[in-house]
């Protein structure tokens, strides 16, 4: 007992450490992102198609707000895509400027903010998390207090990466809307994940993020099920088995308490509470969207307009994606038979089967959700690899024995710089063509496969470990 | 890249498991034999890069028409005398213009191509100063902007006329380009004008024309290439604002700016010298910035009305020191015994040539590579890759002193009739030129090397760094292993981590380094190119020892990080293998010299230490290599040791100022290759030398 005290001493000066480290990191990326700001005359950034897509690009939201204050809908002449909500939150600050060029500064702000208090976000949900995966190895037995040290503070890693994430500064920079997007995802995860009391989950917020980033990229809404699974299983943890077999071997009194808990029967509840907050949240958007856009067609033409036209995959200048090019070659009568085909793989081949398959790891699930979803995008950029690839960074304690890290790792390297100079190959010089771009963004689409494959077998491995070490301990 | 490391780890988990061994497949067990082996592939690997490289002019192909369209020489000429004793009538005019001083030679020219039923106009266009633009590469000719500040006491004029055609709708051009010095032009830029004003005076009568044709007769006071990329950019980003320039000078020059649409191709002509024969000689320069070239198609009907209808000689620039070269003659009559014995062997195998061709045809390919490899255009034709026109330069050097009245004729008609069948080619153009390559290299003004073909020699030098990566990666992992026990277990798979950080801050001083010359120009005072290096190079010292004691970043710290070099050199070649690749699509010429160097260079990198120590004859002797090869790979040795080659005899104190004005001439052409260097080859070579006094 005395023991631990002095461990948990030390361990509390360790993170008083650790989170001055945090700060100053954090404070470098914030300082990091205006220089950038402030010198952005040289390399133009907010154009590249791997920034910003038509869903995200800011330029076309100063240009449907414009739209919008000459009394016209915003969605005529098919510039802007996006929410009639962020039109009105980050409209006025596009207009603001100086001799007639509009002022991306006060927007860029808005960004670095939102990428802060990302960050601060997945910091906290990292810390439950880690606090939940010390938990359970400890009521495995597996962990020794000599051995906690080996355990990473995932909290202030992930929320480290997300920020000095070249992904992230640049769509940071690259005045995509991008980071707000994020910011949404990271919100509901936060909710669902940290609470307020005790047993109580920060309910509403969950909705509430999941809601607001359905709304702006549709794509999140596949979050509904490990939000739910959060909230009625609770938190990450090896399979529900192993537990059982360690309350079999011991039956000590203390032990028994804590293993009860872990028997926690599916929260009905809870999950109802997050129905109902859903169905709150997104009959208030839904109200105030159509009250933004009364005199320009209402919701139907906002849904038209937005998921519409990223079910549809209207727009096909290049992007990252792997759709545009096909659908681009596609014949017309089969256009619709791919799209169908398409968007329905997603959620027939990766959504069911993974959510059965790790249930018990509903971040993980969130994870590799929001990875599939930003490989089969139509309009996929930079930004969304950055906000799984900080995901994934909440598990680096389990995925420590990822295979083929550096491969990988060198793969995203070389493909991400090879982008703009195919880019540049095909439409500056000529000399290249559209195949070039292509054949870049399949090859980053196949890298981006393996690392959520690996990142999943990794993690089906370590559920195996656990196993493997809970049966050794049980013979002993 | 790693992807045989991962069949080899692939294996080492199976086995460790206990689980049984399923036979991998075949395309596995290939992986995991090059790794296992990799010391002998590699070798194998790099020296069947270079045989290829010194096969390639055996492996160029005739050029031939691609486009149907063009039709080249299939129409008569329409040139007659008439309009060549125009061209000379405008030559003798100018002579007596310019020996009666009687103003600007501009009017002159201006008035002729209004004779000419052309529609005039001159552009005033100021010469720009040198700039730090090395990321422009990236970005395209848009965001060119104008200077700020004019001064009247320099610019330029240059005179454009367009003959509209009668068969056009005015959406397409043909550009020809007249470089012409207006204050001090000699008799041979004269003839130029001459043959183009000839050509003129035909076109302005034909019928069949429908591409409207522009000429550009450009102020090359300020060099060839200023005056037209002015031109472009005017004609192509119009600016809405007056510029200042316009109230410079008596030249009226405001507002009347004419454009013909898209340019679908450009010819700039020169008359140079006198060729050292007694026949004309056309030379043709085709490279842009960045190694870019024109169509192929453009250059072959050229080169194939120049041979077969007007009887000039043609050439492509050669290296003129390798034509004597001793081995290179060997190596050339070594092929051409090969190609004999092959051709006993099997009459089908014909890849001998004569080894007198072999050398033509080498000089010919290095010189092309170093061009290309530069990055920097050969001439003004440059200026119109930037804008996606095919163009190409012709410099023709007569074979007749030019105060010659006789030879001037024919020489006018000859020429003119060239350009007339080269542009009725492109006039028949339906579409811009894609039909034929616009990435090869060209060995003779008829034969050229496809990129399928010199991609192999690049891609066989580059093959063994991944494997030898890939095998130093499961040996270092495996030592790391052995040597800490506890810590390893925890990351098993990211061991790489410690040497990636400091493999990145290298990267990351390479970029500053790259970047310091920019901060240098803004130095106020003048100050003379050794004493600019002189500041760059201690700057980029200081920060390379700022960067060592920082704790963490240093390669030098790694004992007390537990990596190893094994690691550290692993990581170290997969960085350089994607610097090179990136830069193969870049710029061939510039990747293909850069592994020659750093390829062998990464690979024979090995702590001296233990060589020393060992004080065996084969360790030491790799531990000397190893030393050589870097002394040669760092740039500014590099850069003394090519310029000894190519005959400028070594340079001794003022090595460091001619440096920094090779690269000053390398960012101001907004060459990639000053990229490549300060961002692959910097930080790759440093990290070699780490490598090298690693203390391990």
């Given at each position: 007992m005395k023991e631990k005290k002095k461990d948990d001493g030390e361990m509390a000066e360790e993170l008083e450490k650790n989170s001055y480290r945090f700060w100053i990191w954090s404070i470098a990326s914030m300082i990091f992102r205006f220089c950038i700001i402030l010198f952005p005359e040289n390399i133009n950034l907010s154009s590249r198609p791997e920034l910003s897509t038509p869903l995200t690009s800011l330029c076309r939201l100063a240009e449907g707000y414009w739209l919008k204050q000459a009394s016209m809908s915003p969605?005529?002449?098919?510039?802007?895509?996006?929410?009639?909500?962020?039109?009105?939150?980050?409209?006025?600050?596009?207009?603001?400027?100086?001799?007639?060029?509009?002022?991306?500064?006060?927007?860029?702000?808005?960004?670095?903010?939102?990428?802060?208090?990302?960050?601060?976000?997945?910091?906290?949900?990292?810390?439950?998390?880690?606090?939940?995966?010390?938990?359970?190895?400890?009521?495995?037995?597996?962990?020794?207090?000599?051995?906690?040290?080996?355990?990473?503070?995932?909290?202030?890693?992930?929320?480290?990466?997300?920020?000095?994430?070249?992904?992230?500064?640049?769509?940071?920079?690259?005045?995509?809307?991008?980071?707000?997007?994020?910011?949404?995802?990271?919100?509901?995860?936060?909710?669902?994940v940290t609470r307020?009391?005790?047993?109580?989950?920060?309910?509403?917020?969950?909705?509430?993020?999941?809601?607001?980033?359905?709304?702006?990229?549709?794509?999140?809404?596949?979050?509904?099920?490990?939000?739910?699974?959060?909230?009625?299983?609770?938190?990450?943890?090896p399979p529900r088995k192993l537990f059982l077999q360690t309350r079999d071997r011991e039956g000590e009194p203390g032990q028994d308490k804590l293993t009860r808990t872990t028997q926690l029967p599916f929260l009905w509840k809870t999950v109802l509470h997050f129905v109902f907050w859903v169905l709150v949240w997104s009959i208030y958007v839904l109200?105030?969207?159509?009250?933004?856009?009364?005199?320009?067609?209402?919701?139907?033409?906002?849904?038209?307009?937005?998921?519409?036209?990223?079910?549809?995959?209207?727009?096909?200048?290049?992007?990252?994606?792997?759709?545009?090019?096909?659908?681009?070659?596609?014949?017309?009568?089969?256009?619709?038979?791919?799209?169908?085909?398409?968007?329905?793989?997603?959620?027939?081949?990766?959504?069911?089967?993974?959510?059965?398959?790790?249930?018990?790891?509903?971040?993980?699930?969130?994870?590799?959700?929001?990875?599939?979803?930003?490989?089969?995008?139509?309009?996929?950029?930079?930004?969304?690899?950055?906000?799984?690839?900080?995901?994934?960074?909440?598990?680096?304690?389990?995925?420590?024995?990822?295979?083929?890290?550096?491969?990988?790792?060198?793969?995203?390297?070389?493909?991400?710089?090879?982008?703009?100079?195919?880019?540049?190959?095909?439409?500056?010089?000529?000399?290249?063509?559209?195949?070039?771009?292509?054949?870049?963004?399949?090859?980053?689409?196949?890298?981006?496969?393996?690392?959520?494959?690996?990142?999943?077998?990794?993690?089906?491995?370590h559920d195996q470990a656990l196993k493997k070490a809970t049966a050794e301990m049980t013979k002993n | 890249m790693a992807a045989d490391n991962r069949y080899e780890e692939e294996e080492e988990v199976r086995t460790d498991d206990g689980s049984p061994i399923t036979k991998p497949r075949p395309i596995v067990r290939l992986g995991i034999f090059l790794v296992a082996h990799s010391p002998v592939f590699s070798v194998v690997f790099s020296a069947a890069g270079v045989l290829a490289l010194l096969?390639?002019?055996?492996?160029?192909?005739?050029?031939?028409?691609?486009?149907?369209?063009?039709?080249?020489?299939?129409?008569?000429?329409?040139?007659?005398?008439?309009?060549?004793?125009?061209?000379?009538?405008?030559?003798?005019?100018?002579?007596?213009?310019?020996?009666?001083?009687?103003?600007?030679?501009?009017?002159?020219?201006?008035?002729?191509?209004?004779?000419?039923?052309?529609?005039?106009?001159?552009?005033?266009?100021?010469?720009?100063?040198?700039?730090?633009?090395?990321?422009?590469?990236?970005?395209?000719?848009?965001?060119?902007?104008?200077?700020?500040?004019?001064s009247c006491a320099s610019y330029g004029v240059n005179v454009v006329g367009i003959i509209r055609a009668p068969r056009g709708d005015g959406k397409e051009s043909i550009v020809l380009v007249t470089p012409y010095d207006f204050i001090n032009g000699g008799d041979y830029e004269d003839l130029s004008l001459g043959i183009v004003s000839s050509l003129f005076s035909l076109l302005s009568r034909v019928t069949w024309l429908s591409k409207d044709i522009i000429w550009l007769v450009a102020d090359s006071r300020y060099g060839d290439y200023r005056p037209v990329a002015a031109w472009l950019a005017e004609y192509h980003?119009?600016?809405?604002?007056?510029?200042?320039?316009?109230?410079?000078?008596?030249?009226?020059?405001?507002?009347?700016?004419?454009?013909?649409?898209?340019?679908?191709?450009a010819l700039i002509l020169k008359v140079d010298g006198r060729s050292e024969r007694f026949e004309d000689i056309l030379s043709i320069y085709a490279d842009a910035s960045n190694g870019q070239m024109p169509n192929l198609d453009l250059i072959n009907v050229v080169n194939y009305l120049a041979v077969h209808r007007q009887g000039f000689h043609v050439k492509v620039e050669k290296v003129v020191s390798l034509l004597s070269s001793s081995w290179l003659k060997i190596v050339g009559e070594i092929f051409e015994a090969v190609g004999k014995v092959a051709n006993t062997l099997n009459p089908d195998w014909k890849f001998g040539i004569p080894a007198a061709e072999y050398i033509e045809g080498s000089a010919t390919l290095a010189s092309s590579l170093y061009s290309q490899a530069?990055?920097?255009?050969?001439?003004?034709?440059?200026?119109?890759?930037?804008?996606?026109?095919?163009?190409?330069?012709?410099?023709?050097?007569?074979?007749?002193?030019?105060?010659?009245?006789?030879?001037?004729?024919?020489?006018?008609?000859?020429?003119?009739?060239?350009?007339?069948?080269?542009?009725?080619?492109?006039?028949?153009?339906?579409?811009?030129?894609?039909?034929?390559?616009?990435?090869?290299?060209?060995?003779?003004?008829?034969?050229?090397?496809?990129?399928?073909?010199?991609?192999?020699a690049f891609a066989l030098l580059v093959a063994s760094l991944p494997m030898v990566a890939a095998s130093l990666y499961v040996d270092g992992c495996k030592a790391l292993t052995k040597s800490t026990h506890n810590s390893a277990e925890n990351f098993k798979s990211w061991k790489w981590l410690d040497a990636a950080k400091q493999v990145f801050a290298l990267h990351l001083l390479g970029f500053i380094v790259t970047l310091l010359p920019y901060f240098i120009c803004q130095v106020p005072g003048q100050h003379s190119p050794r004493n600019r290096s002189i500041m760059w190079g201690t700057t980029s010292s200081l920060l390379l020892v700022t960067f060592v004691t920082i704790p963490g970043c240093s390669p030098f710290s790694s004992r007390l990080h537990g990596t190893n070099w094994a690691i550290l050199k692993s990581v170290t070649i997969s960085a350089a293998f994607i610097g090179l690749c990136l830069m193969s699509i870049i710029n061939f010429a510039t990747a293909e010299i850069g592994a020659l160097l750093l390829v062998p260079t990464c690979l024979l990198a090995q702590p001296i230490k233990p060589a020393l120590r060992s004080r065996r004859v084969k360790s030491l002797l790799g531990a000397f290599c190893s030393m050589v090869l870097v002394t040669i790979g760092f740039p500014v040795i590099f850069f003394a040791i090519t310029k000894g080659l190519v005959g400028e005899g070594l340079v001794g104190l003022s090595l460091g100022g001619e440096f920094w004005t090779w690269l000053e001439s390398l960012w101001a052409w907004k060459s990639a290759t000053y990229l490549y260097i300060g961002m692959v080859h910097l930080p790759c070579w440093l990290l070699c030398v780490c490598i090298l006094f690693h203390p391990s």
């Open positions: 969605y005529s002449g098919s510039m802007y895509h996006g929410s009639p909500l962020l039109l009105s939150l980050l409209g006025p600050l596009t207009v603001h400027g100086i001799e007639g060029q509009w002022n991306h500064h006060l927007c860029s702000l808005v960004f670095v903010v939102s990428d802060i208090l990302s960050a601060v976000l997945l910091r906290a949900t990292g810390q439950q998390l880690e606090k939940a995966y010390r938990l359970n190895l400890r009521r495995l037995g597996l962990l020794k207090a000599s051995r906690d040290r080996g355990i990473l503070p995932c909290g202030d890693i992930a929320a480290l990466v997300y920020l000095w994430n070249p992904f992230t500064i640049l769509s940071c920079v690259g005045l995509s809307t991008s980071p707000i997007e994020n910011l949404a995802v990271i919100v509901s995860l936060y909710g669902a307020k009391q005790l047993f109580e989950r920060r309910v509403p917020l969950a909705a509430f993020g999941l809601i607001m980033a359905t709304h702006l990229s549709l794509y999140p809404a596949t979050l509904v099920i490990p939000l739910i699974f959060l909230l009625g299983y609770g938190l990450d943890a109200v105030l969207c159509s009250l933004s856009l009364k005199q320009y067609g209402g919701l139907e033409e906002m849904f038209k307009r937005t998921y519409g036209f990223i079910l549809n995959i209207e727009d096909l200048s290049p992007n990252i994606g792997v759709f545009w090019y096909f659908f681009a070659e596609a014949f017309d009568f089969s256009r619709n038979y791919f799209l169908i085909v398409f968007q329905i793989y997603m959620f027939l081949s990766i959504l069911l089967p993974l959510a059965r398959r790790l249930k018990h790891r509903p971040c993980f699930i969130a994870f590799v959700y929001l990875a599939f979803s930003s490989i089969l995008k139509s309009y996929p950029s930079v930004g969304d690899a950055a906000l799984y690839l900080s995901l994934w960074a909440l598990f680096v304690n389990e995925l420590t024995d990822m295979k083929h890290s550096f491969f990988i790792f060198c793969g995203y390297i070389g493909f991400s710089l090879l982008s703009p100079v195919m880019h540049n190959l095909w439409i500056w010089r000529g000399t290249g063509n559209a195949n070039f771009y292509y054949a870049n963004a399949m090859g980053y689409a196949c890298f981006q496969f393996m690392f959520v494959e690996e990142s999943v077998s990794a993690m089906l491995n | 096969l390639l002019p055996l492996l160029a192909k005739n050029t031939y028409i691609s486009e149907n369209a063009l039709m080249p020489g299939s129409a008569r000429s329409m040139l007659s005398n008439r309009d060549a004793s125009d061209g000379s009538k405008l030559v003798k005019d100018i002579k007596n213009f310019r020996l009666n001083h009687e103003g600007q030679v501009q009017r002159l020219i201006g008035k002729y191509m209004s004779e000419m039923v052309a529609e005039v106009y001159y552009q005033k266009f100021q010469p720009e100063g040198n700039q730090f633009h090395p990321l422009h590469f990236f970005s395209g000719p848009a965001s060119y902007t104008l200077l700020g500040n004019v980003t119009p600016s809405f604002k007056v510029s200042d320039l316009l109230k410079c000078d008596e030249l009226n020059t405001a507002d009347n700016f004419r454009r013909a649409g898209t340019v679908a191709a530069l990055g920097i255009p050969t001439g003004p034709h440059g200026a119109f890759r930037d804008y996606q026109v095919d163009a190409i330069t012709l410099k023709i050097s007569p074979g007749f002193p030019p105060d010659s009245k006789a030879r001037q004729h024919d020489f006018f008609l000859r020429g003119s009739q060239l350009l007339e069948g080269t542009i009725r080619s492109v006039n028949n153009l339906l579409e811009k030129f894609h039909q034929s390559f616009f990435l090869y290299v060209l060995t003779s003004p008829s034969k050229f090397i496809s990129v399928g073909v010199y991609m192999i």
